[in-house]
């Protein structure tokens, strides 16, 4: 299961068909070594319909919030009732978080993401129906589509108009 063992890699959370990722600035997502912007506004125009922000966030030990009542912490990020991130702006496409946001999502690019390919290429409900997708999916990596990447000054303007 190749799926499973690139979700472990890069620090995701596998839960038959739930991945781990969120959205990050409404339009812009960082990579890991290196800071690498993209312009999530050409990838939602690419057909990926904000895959990202769809996915299961999990938090690191230090990022869980205070359990109450003696409870365990919880260790992912809410999603709102249409499956997207609780700190995404829906109006603006903006992370309301941006400075604070989960270490998962500081790390992630989606430009080498299988899922995303798949997303592109075949579009999807929802994310068990991309999970689903990925499983009968061939995409040879040089043959990869990719998000346009932006300058670090663009980051902090508003999302381009479609």
Not at 75 to 80: F, L, M, P, R
Not at 122 to 135: H, M, Q, V, W
Request: contains cysteine; aromatic residues 10%; glycine residues 6%.
């Amino acid at each position: 299961m190749a799926i499973k063992a690139y979700c472990y890699r890069v620090g995701l959370v596998f839960l038959k068909y739930r991945f781990d990722i969120k959205r990050i600035l409404g339009g812009y997502m960082s990579g890991d070594a290196k800071t690498v912007y993209v312009d999530c506004d050409a990838g939602r125009r690419l057909g990926c319909r904000t895959y990202c922000c769809r996915l299961l966030v999990k938090l690191k030990p230090h990022e869980m919030a205070e359990s109450v009542n003696g409870l365990p912490a919880k260790g992912y990020v809410d999603k709102n009732s249409q499956g997207l991130c609780v700190h995404m702006d829906s109006e603006t496409w903006l992370c309301k978080i941006w400075e604070s946001r989960p270490e998962t999502c500081r790390e992630y690019t989606c430009n080498d993401d299988f899922m995303l390919q798949v997303a592109i290429r075949e579009g999807f409900e929802n994310i068990a129906d991309l999970a689903r997708k990925t499983t009968t999916a061939y995409i040879p990596k040089e043959t990869y589509v990719k998000v346009p990447t932006i300058s670090e000054g663009e980051v902090l303007s508003e999302p381009k108009e479609s």
